[in-house]
């Protein structure tokens, strides 16, 4: 299947840093990319679609100006966490959806990011 | 707007069958997709319907209704490998096709 590789894994900041997570999709190309939130025993909740060479779409209650987010390339998007608090901490998810593989439109999943700010 | 249920959580017994259920009201339905996800790890694709039926996969099969807005995943010989929690998500015939996920059940098999 389809891979997508998130980096970093586990990440540890002081309040008031920004952080920046990486997303590729390594064997195909992604137009679009989605970005999840998940706080613990807690389901995914989608913050942003970001759109290759253009402004991510953000879901309501989502500050676009706190989680800044550019897809620059087919290969590649960025959540950068801007001025990190410690609510902020939590499990940040991307994922893409495959190219041509099979066409039913399932994500494939970063291995995710655990954002703990002190 | 999205509303997708799932029960919080279920436990049952290794070798046993569990069924998980989903119900979903959604603004133009595109699909549903089950997923797998152990604690700390990214979730993984398990099924896929879009049309009404079942479908098969192993130990593993989806069903979807969509006149009620109802599917379920069947696990069959239930492994203790198979606790994880398990997630519900929607398709919505919108813009990036996003996909809306449940808030999930945690699965718990006992020996």
């Known amino acids: ?118 | 707007g999205q509303n997708i249920d799932q029960p919080t959580e279920m436990t049952a017994t290794e070798g046993a069958i569990v069924q998980i259920n989903c119900t979903y009201q959604t603004s133009g339905f595109n699909g549903l997709f089950w997923y797998q996800q152990h604690a700390g790890e990214a979730p993984t694709f398990l099924s896929y319907n879009v049309l009404d039926g079942l479908e098969e996969k192993g130990r593993f099969s989806s069903f979807l209704s969509r006149s009620k807005g109802y599917s379920y995943l069947l696990l069959k010989e239930l492994q203790m490998k198979d606790s994880a929690s398990y997630l519900c998500a929607v398709r919505a015939r919108t813009g990036a096709n996003n996909l809306f996920f449940g808030t999930g059940t945690r699965l718990t098999v006992i020996p």
């Not at chain 1, 389809?2 to 992604?30: N, W, Y």
Request: a positive charge; aromatic letters at 10%; one cysteine or more.
């Open chain 1, 1 to 118: 299947g389809a891979v997508v590789s998130q980096h970093p894994s586990r990440v540890i900041c002081k309040s008031g840093t920004s952080v920046k997570i990486e997303c590729r999709s390594l064997d195909f190309q992604a137009t679009t990319m989605f970005w999840y939130r998940q706080f613990p025993k807690k389901s995914l909740m989608l913050m942003a679609t970001s759109n290759e060479g253009s402004k991510a779409t953000y879901e309501q209650g989502v500050e676009k100006d706190k989680f800044l987010i550019n897809h620059a390339s087919l290969t590649l998007s960025t959540l950068t966490v801007t001025s990190a608090h410690p609510e902020d901490s939590s499990f940040y998810i991307c994922s893409a959806r495959g190219g041509t593989i099979a066409n039913t439109g399932e994500l494939f999943f970063g291995e995710g990011s655990r954002l703990t700010v002190l």
